[in-house]
Structure formats: structure tokens, C-alpha cells
């Protein structure tokens, strides 16, 4: 898996740059995502739950968790 392209939010480097959530494209339909502070430990997903999850966020579905 070292092998992806991983991408963090420019709203990361605000707090440091160890306190980054980053995400990158697999083979077909999967995303990986990571905490760049735990790089070894990878969360799996597909695109459809991860778009879900990601516009579940922006309407403040979690908000309640922050």
C-alpha cells in the first residue's frame, strides 16, 4: 500500500502537520484512508461510502460527535 498517492486536506497544516486524516484511490472502487500520524493503520472503503460519509459531514450529520 505504499505504492498509493496520498492526499491530505490543506486545512490540515493549521494544527501540524501530524494531524492529517489522508486519502488515496485503490485498484476499481476503493479508497484508503489514514491518520498521517499511524501511516501503518489503513481504513478501507468504496467510493459510494465514502462519498456518503463525506456529504453526511458537510450537511453536519456528525456534528453532535465533535
Request: overall charge negative; some cysteine.
Amino acid at each position: 500500500m505504499s505504492n498509493f498517492s496520498w492526499q491530505k486536506s490543506s486545512y490540515s497544516n493549521a494544527e501540524g502537520a501530524n494531524n492529517c486524516l489522508e486519502l488515496a484511490a485503490g485498484t476499481d472502487d476503493l479508497r484508503h484512508l489514514r491518520e498521517s500520524d499511524d501511516p501503518d493503520v489503513i481504513v478501507t472503503t468504496t467510493t459510494a461510502k465514502l462519498r456518503a460519509f463525506i456529504l453526511g459531514a458537510k450537511a453536519g450529520e456528525f456534528d453532535h460527535l465533535i
